[in-house]
């Protein structure tokens, strides 16, 4: 949907410091399906603003701003080869779900940011290939590998803020 997408993805990554970027995902609607990942939600992680509408003000704008953020959904996103070697690529033993965010996290604990970038817009046609099927291994898995983590908290995300929803409400609304 953004024509420089790749450019703007290849800026990002190419800055000192930088371990991944990753892309602003729509539905076929115009709603975001992913915008960062946020740990915690659901008490395992989940896609930041899903479902927010288009041309609606997010959370601090954060749909609109370059930012940090804890991971980025591997359905878009840059890692340098030096980097995915340096941390030992995906975890095989994530077949399906969370690979991604694993990856992500592995790349932070070296020290490297997670960058999200608005200016990278695609769809994304969410578990097509999988028709939504869950993999409650790699959520036990993921879960017992970064359980400190997860109970630690997002730190790019307010603690006051829903850990039920993706839509970075209030928690006690």
């Known amino acids: 949907l953004s024509g420089n997408w790749l450019q703007a993805m290849v800026a990002l990554a190419q800055r000192r410091g930088v371990g991944a970027v990753g892309a602003k995902l729509l539905y076929q609607d115009g709603s ?13 992680a989940g896609h930041a603003f899903r479902h927010h509408r288009p041309n609606t003000v ?3 704008g954060l749909t609109e701003i370059v930012r940090n953020c804890s991971a980025v959904t591997a359905a878009c996103m840059l890692v340098s080869r030096d980097v995915f070697q ?21 790349i932070r604990e070296q020290g490297y940011r997670i960058v999200y970038t ?4 695609l769809y994304h046609y969410e578990n097509a290939t999988r028709c939504g099927t869950r993999n409650p291994e ?25 850990r039920k929803r993706e839509d970075w409400s209030l928690g006690n609304v």
């Not at 399906?33 to 659901?42: E, K, R, S, T, W």
């Not at 608005?118 to 817009?121: L, M, T």
């Not at 790699?138 to 006051?160: I, M, N, Q, S, V």
Request: include cysteine.
């Open 32 to 44: 975001i399906q992913h915008a960062g990942v946020v740990l915690g939600l659901d008490g395992v």
């Open 58 to 60: 997010s959370y601090q």
């Open 86 to 106: 340096k941390v030992g690529g995906f975890d095989e033993r994530l077949a399906v779900e969370y690979n991604d965010v694993d990856l992500c996290l592995r």
């Open 118 to 121: 608005p200016e990278a817009v």
């Open 138 to 162: 790699d959520e036990t898995l993921f879960c017992r590998k970064w359980d400190a983590l997860l109970k630690e908290g997002d730190p790019y995300y307010h603690p006051h803020l829903t």
